[in-house]
């Protein structure tokens, strides 16, 4: 089966860092664009942050851009998802996802993971 497995969420205090991983397994990141989403209760699920599959051209949301980096490893066919400066706000479900284009639009990917919980609170 095609999986994907984030993991690295967890409480941290705003200003903080952390470090998603998203783990594939059935198949390889570097045939597919990645992205990182999140939905935080009552909030609609939005796009993070998506890397292409040759893994060179990245995008960001505006909330974000500055202080998250995506990036990917081909040899552990993961990718990740660098979170600093952490604010109350990112606060959320984090869902990492694989499909065909890389988008901000979660129905263009087929592939996803089951989410970590990001929480940023003092």
């Known amino acids: 089966q095609l999986q994907l497995v984030e993991s690295g969420g967890g409480l941290v205090q705003p200003g903080g860092s952390l470090r998603l991983s998203c783990a594939a397994s059935?198949?390889?990141?570097?045939?597919?664009?990645t992205g990182w989403f999140r939905q935080a209760p009552g909030k609609e699920r939005e796009g993070v942050s998506c890397?292409?599959?040759?893994?060179?051209?990245?995008n960001y949301a505006d909330s974000v851009k500055g202080r998250f980096t995506i990036s990917r490893d081909d040899a552990k066919n993961t990718v990740y998802l660098q979170m600093n400066s952490l604010k109350p706000e990112d606060t959320a479900v984090y869902y990492c996802?694989?499909?065909?284009?890389?988008?901000?639009?979660?129905?263009?990917?087929?592939?996803w993971g089951q989410g970590t919980q990001v929480t940023v609170s003092s």
């Open positions: 890397i292409d599959s040759s893994g060179t051209d990245t």
């Open positions: 059935g198949f390889t990141l570097d045939n597919y664009a």
């Open positions: 996802a694989a499909g065909a284009v890389a988008s901000i639009l979660p129905g263009d990917f087929a592939y």
